[in-house]
């Protein structure tokens, strides 16, 4: 079993949807999450961090269910700048290793 | 604040050839993490530095790959003796030494072709 995974996509969705993506990952004790976005042939660039709570930066929102090890990210009202690889990251604590899933591809087309 | 930097951006080298690829943190930064994303895959952990020491190295290929961050100048990860599946792109990341402790800033990656 991968340590986490993504469904790899693509996602093709029109300007103004909603989109979710999903993550889930196999060491329990895992502590930090996060989502990253890669662009074609960019470094990965951090988009939010993922808390218990739950946690939301404008039209972005995370999820995550420890009980499930599952990780979760809903973009609303998309824009064809968000055209990208979203990343599920987690580690084990703070200044370890992050571990990365594939990767999940998301295209907004006009 | 210059964010983190690698070079060269782009590296081809022949098959038994040696690679070295650069990366500064950023300002302030002690933590040093070489992340390898083979194409259409996702980042693998390499090796985790802080200076002058290898604090965990669990991702490193046992031959020909080695790492370093020197008290002084930038992190250096060297590939001796390339083979065409060492074409990748190279990430490096770096992180403060404690309080904001998860967010691991990368720099824009070496990629490495070797023919």
């Known amino acids: 079993r991968k340590e986490v995974e993504q469904d790899p996509g693509p996602f093709n969705v029109p300007e103004g949807a909603t989109v979710a993506f999903n993550c889930t990952y196999s060491?329990?004790?895992?502590?930090?999450f996060f989502w990253y976005r890669q662009d074609c042939r960019k470094e990965p660039k951090l988009l939010m961090s993922v808390y218990s709570s739950g946690n939301e930066d404008g039209r972005f929102t995370a999820q995550l269910n420890r009980a499930s090890q599952y990780i979760s990210l809903l973009i609303r009202d998309s824009k064809l700048s968000d055209s990208a690889t979203y990343l599920c990251v987690v580690s084990a604590s703070g200044n370890t290793p992050l571990v990365f899933g594939k990767g999940t591809r998301l295209s907004v087309i006009a | 604040n210059a964010g983190v930097m690698q070079n060269p951006r782009h590296l081809v080298r022949r098959r038994g050839q040696e690679a070295r690829l650069r990366c500064s943190p950023m300002?302030?930064?002690?933590?040093v993490y070489w992340y390898r994303q083979l194409p259409e895959e996702g980042l693998k952990f390499m090796v985790y530095l802080q200076k002058e020491n290898i604090i965990d190295e669990s991702g490193m290929p046992k031959e020909r790959f080695s790492a370093e961050f020197p008290k002084e100048g930038p992190s250096i990860l060297r590939i001796q003796q390339v083979v065409r599946g060492d074409s990748a792109a190279y990430f490096c990341a770096s992180s403060p030494p404690r309080g904001n402790q998860e967010t691991q800033y990368f720099g824009p990656g070496t990629r490495l072709l070797v023919l």
């Open positions: 060491n329990s004790a895992s502590q930090s």
């Open positions: 300002k302030g930064h002690s933590h």
